[in-house]
């Protein structure tokens, strides 16, 4: 008689731990698996910008980018931050010394397009400057 009633109660308990787990599934594709697949999207398509150079382009990055990343880490152009007695590294030098030597980071290159985007969507009136 005993097993009879347990079977009966372990099915509702279980469903009412689904139902209530159920609402959370939203949170959980709207957080953890919109922002993943977020992180993946743009690892792809920073590989993409990269790999579509050409040897020359890749050979003035390889040098640009260790002089840069030198300078951008030399003490005195770190970045004060909390927490870091000797700084941290200087990003914005870095991508402006990339920038300026002929060779955009991906960062740099998508925030221009983007920047694009929105000049395009002024122009045609979908954006309101100023408002």
Not at 35 to 50: G, M, V
Not at 71 to 83: D, I, M, T
Request: one cysteine or more.
């Amino acid at each position: 008689m005993q097993i009879r009633r347990a079977k009966p109660k372990l099915l509702i308990v279980t469903s009412l731990t689904l139902a209530l787990n159920a609402c959370s599934i939203s949170d959980w594709y709207n957080g953890y698996y919109a922002e993943r697949a977020a992180i993946i999207k743009d690892q792809k398509d920073s590989h993409a910008y990269y790999e579509a150079e050409s040897p020359q382009m890749k050979a003035l990055r390889k040098q640009n980018d260790a002089y840069c990343t030198e300078l951008a880490s030399k003490p005195e152009n770190r970045e004060p931050r909390a927490g870091y007695p000797n700084g941290v590294f200087n990003s914005g030098m870095y991508n402006r010394c990339m920038r300026e030597r002929g060779t955009l980071t991906y960062d740099a290159y998508a925030s221009m397009q983007a920047e694009k985007r929105r000049a395009e969507r002024r122009a045609r009136g979908e954006i309101i400057p100023g408002g």
